[in-house]
């Protein structure tokens, strides 16, 4: 997986070759004139507006990289302009903690309709205020480094930025070759980086709030990805300053995947492409992963459009046991996750039933693949998203998957979610009989007595659980395992989904669908719950996909083997759920 240091590194590259980083701030270390005085302060002091502060934007990523975090002073003020930054003294604060290097990023309040005690027009005050910065720092012993504004994600219908902030990144880049100082081109790289994510992933690194996604400002991990691309810029300027950061640190924080991992373990094979992850077994598929939704069939209407859910799963001889937007219920698409009755800032959002238009889950990123002797896995991060004005993406959730080859007649993967609401309001799940983690088989396996089936043609599933209940008496049960298995084609074949005893109130009630092949895993039929601010709430389930009928004592014995594995906790943890 590529990491953001590899991502920095190419595009500074890139940009290097391109002529776009100036050839003045290229030679800055060798000629910055030497210290009048020794520096008794920190090692680093940034100066800025609230994109560089530690609440709001790279300030405090940039603090995480160093190996010491007590080298650097951030002193940005949130509104603050290169104009109201010296008017309300901050800046002489900043010369007066006597740093070796003093990072200077200003803009976003120097533009037009911010008021006369901030504004300052780029072809000329603005210029000379950091010319001012940049002597007086000189004058003080200390090395000024100038960064351009961090760009507004204001997204074109392509996927690419609509830049802001031009004129006052180029008067920044102009200034730093007049006076040969070192230059961080920020604006670039943020743009760059920007369109290298998209605009649905780069939203992970955004504050969402009531009002909808902050395009200006960072959550922490968007400082945490904007300051790799400083901490790199820096590097390749000041080659010496490597020395002060965490390298291993630094490659961690990752970068959008390539869309182009093909993976063997054994006789496994993961393949990505720009739309799926498939999974086969010696050639034949097992699952996939859909990152794009397919194509709405006709009649359908496109509203039921969904990325972010595995199908087909395919048993081992070739038999496909689940389905997506099936006629009877469009919005059901293989295996799927959604909560229907929410309510977040007193908003009514059901995530389940795409028709209402309230919310939808989708997919976000790749996060990463993997294989070993034994098994392949991939990461992918989901959204469940308010989509009605303010949009707001609610939940982020994490998806990780492990396949493993069980045996001619089955294959086995492993489900563990984990859902994180990233606003600063609660997300109520409210007592709802439905809802969670679901599977939809196909259309075939419809009951006969379905109202949207034709009686002649139906190949009713069997569905049952752990204690032998048909869809009624089994309905709401709480069970370990639900089993669901039919006939398509003289081929039988079916899967099973295990509950695992650390999930939130396990045994979990299992909604049986009375006759449509469904089934969903629903903690909230047992009453409301919360995920509060900056909580999680955590789910794993195991899946058996199977040709054939399965024994419901081998059955048992595979939840039990699930339950005890090492390091799995074997009692319900439900700390962050209220």
Not at 104 to 122: A, L, M, T, V, Y
Not at 284 to 305: C, D, F, N, Q, W
Not at 329 to 352: C, E, L, M, Y
Request: with cysteine; glycine share 8%; charged share 20%.
């Amino acid at each position: 997986m590529p990491s953001i240091s590899s991502l920095c590194l190419r595009v500074i590259s890139m940009q290097l070759l391109a002529g776009l980083l100036l050839p003045g701030s290229c030679r800055a270390a060798a000629d910055e004139p030497e210290s009048t005085e020794v520096s008794a302060g920190p090692l680093f002091v940034l100066a800025g507006d609230s994109t560089v502060t530690d609440r709001a934007g790279w300030g405090a990523g940039f603090r995480e990289l160093l190996a010491d975090p007590q080298q650097v002073t951030n002193l940005a003020q949130s509104g603050r302009s290169s104009r109201s930054f010296r008017a309300e003294g901050w800046w002489q604060k900043c010369l007066e903690a006597k740093p070796k290097y003093l990072l200077i990023q200003f803009g976003h309040n120097d533009q037009p309709g911010k008021g006369p005690n901030r504004e300052s027009k780029p072809e000329s005050e603005f210029r000379d205020h950091l010319r001012g910065y940049v002597r007086e720092a000189r004058e003080a012993g200390i090395i000024p480094v100038l960064v351009t504004s961090l760009t507004r994600r204001r997204w074109n219908s392509d996927g690419t930025i609509a830049p802001s902030l031009t004129e006052y990144a180029e008067a920044t880049a102009a200034v730093a070759a007049e006076l040969n100082a070192p230059l961080i081109p920020l604006h670039r790289l943020s743009i760059a980086q920007c369109e290298a994510f998209g605009p649905t992933a780069f939203r992970k690194f955004e504050p969402m709030k009531a009002d909808g996604a902050d395009h200006t400002h960072l959550n922490p991990r968007g400082s945490r990805v904007v300051a790799a691309l400083v901490v790199t810029a820096m590097i390749s300027q000041l080659p010496d300053l490597a020395t002060v950061f965490d390298g291993a640190r630094l490659r961690d924080y990752s970068g959008p995947n390539s869309h182009s991992a093909d993976l063997t373990a054994g006789s496994l094979r993961l393949l990505e492409t720009e739309e799926t992850i498939d999974i086969s077994s010696n050639g034949m598929p097992l699952l996939t992963y859909r990152k794009v939704s397919p194509a709405v069939p006709e009649g359908i209407k496109p509203i039921y459009h969904r990325s972010g859910f595995l199908h087909p799963l395919t048993t081992p001889r070739g038999l496909q046991v689940t389905a997506a937007f099936p006629a009877d219920h469009p919005h059901q698409h293989g295996v799927f996750s959604a909560w229907t009755k929410t309510t977040w800032n007193d908003r009514q959002i059901d995530f389940w039933n795409l028709a209402g238009g309230t919310g939808r889950v989708l997919h976000q990123e790749v996060v990463s693949t993997s294989a070993d002797q034994e098994s392949i896995s991939f990461e992918v991060d989901l959204i469940h998203r308010a989509v009605q004005d303010p949009v707001v993406d609610v939940l982020n959730e994490r998806w990780s998957i492990r396949v493993s080859r069980g045996s001619e007649r089955h294959f086995c993967f492993d489900l563990s979610s984990v859902q994180f609401n990233q606003t600063d309001l609660p997300l109520v799940l409210e007592d709802y009989h439905y809802g969670g983690m679901a599977i939809r088989g196909p259309v075939q396996w419809l009951s006969a007595n379905d109202r949207d089936v034709d009686a002649t043609k139906a190949s009713p599933a069997l569905m049952t659980n752990e204690f032998g209940s048909d869809r009624k008496t089994g309905n709401h049960e709480h069970t370990r395992w639900v089993v669901m298995a039919g006939s398509s084609d003289g081929r039988t074949g079916g899967v099973a989904v295990l509950c695992h005893p650390s999930n939130f109130r396990a045994p979990q009630a299992a909604r049986l669908h009375p006759t449509k092949p469904y089934f969903v895993f629903s903690p909230c039929a047992d009453g409301q719950f919360q995920i509060g601010p900056g909580e999680t709430y955590r789910a794993r389930y195991r899946y058996l996909i199977f040709d054939g009928n399965m024994e419901q004592d081998w059955l048992q014995e595979q939840w039990e083997q699930y339950a005890s594995e090492a390091g799995v906790p074997a009692a319900p943890s439900i700390n962050v759920i209220r």
